[in-house]
T-cell receptor, first 113, second 115 residues
Framework: AQTVTQSQPEMSVQEAETVTLSCTYD???????LFWYKQPPSRQMILVIR??????QNATENRFSVNFQKAAKSFSLKISDSQLGDTAMYFC??????????FGKGTLLTVNP | DADVTQTPRNRITKTGKRIMLECSQT?????MYWYRQDPGLGLRLIYY???????NKGEISDGYSVSRQAQAKFSLSLESAIPNQTALYFC??????????????FGPGTRLTVL
């Protein structure tokens, strides 16, 4: 079984600044994928970034990057140059060999002007 | 047009009523999923289907049933709705095949309220 923990229910950041959202996970599998999904007020679930566990290089997508610490089972999301449109709920998720996603409870990020 | 559509987008119903939520996709994916989202709990898997003849229970299937009418259609039914089934429901699809590239894409969600 997999578990995903997001310990920050809410965070806020000033526009143009950098913020990091935390995620820890637990799994018994040797290979797995980790994901960050964004849910803006429109409620649509949008894939932000993904990381394969056996790849040591941290994934990057434009202003979004991850810090993947496999030994610590940590997978944090860094958002650089925060924009008002980044205001959303962010979910961390893991996927093992059974293809099923396990989600954390989410972190509500507010970007202030 | 959206690749994954859900109908209705919002629904209010009464306790004891039967209700069906529908999901359609044009992505050509074999795999489809139903999740519910509750405040403070994230998304939890209700049912999933890896092809038309393969349907599996997720972690919270009690009180729900599903039907995979075709590759592109996956419906979720509440046989006798109760207030604690009030939630936001999401359908998702993924291509299956190569485990490494399998990514789930979500529909816009259905807000269900049971009075």
């Amino acid at each position: 079984a997999q578990t995903v923990t997001q310990s920050q229910p809410e965070m806020s950041v000033q526009e143009a600044e950098t913020v990091t959202l935390s995620c820890t996970y637990d799994t018994s599998e040797s290979n797995y994928y980790l994901f960050w999904y964004k849910q803006p007020p429109s409620r649509q679930m949008i894939l932000v970034i993904r990381q394969e566990a056996y790849k040591q290089q941290n994934a990057t997508e434009n202003r979004f990057s991850v810090n993947f610490q496999k030994a610590a089972k940590s997978f944090s999301l860094k958002i650089s140059d925060s924009q008002l449109g980044d205001t959303a709920m962010y979910f961390c998720a893991s996927r093992g060999s059974n293809y099923k996603l396990t989600f954390g409870k989410g972190t509500l990020l507010t970007v202030n002007p | 047009d959206a690749d994954v559509t859900q109908t209705p987008r919002n629904r209010i119903t009464k306790t004891g009523k039967r209700i069906m939520l529908e999901c359609s996709q044009t992505k050509g994916h074999d795999r489809m999923y139903w999740y519910r989202q509750d405040p403070g709990l994230g998304l939890r898997l209700i049912y999933y289907s890896f092809d038309v003849k393969d349907i599996n229970k997720g972690e919270i299937s009690d009180g729900y049933s599903v039907s995979r009418q075709a590759q592109a259609k996956f419906s979720l039914s509440l046989e006798s709705a109760i207030p604690n089934q009030t939630a936001l429901y999401f359908c998702a699809t993924s291509s299956g095949g190569d485990w490494g590239t399998d990514t789930q894409y979500f529909g816009p969600g259905t807000r269900l309220t049971v009075l």
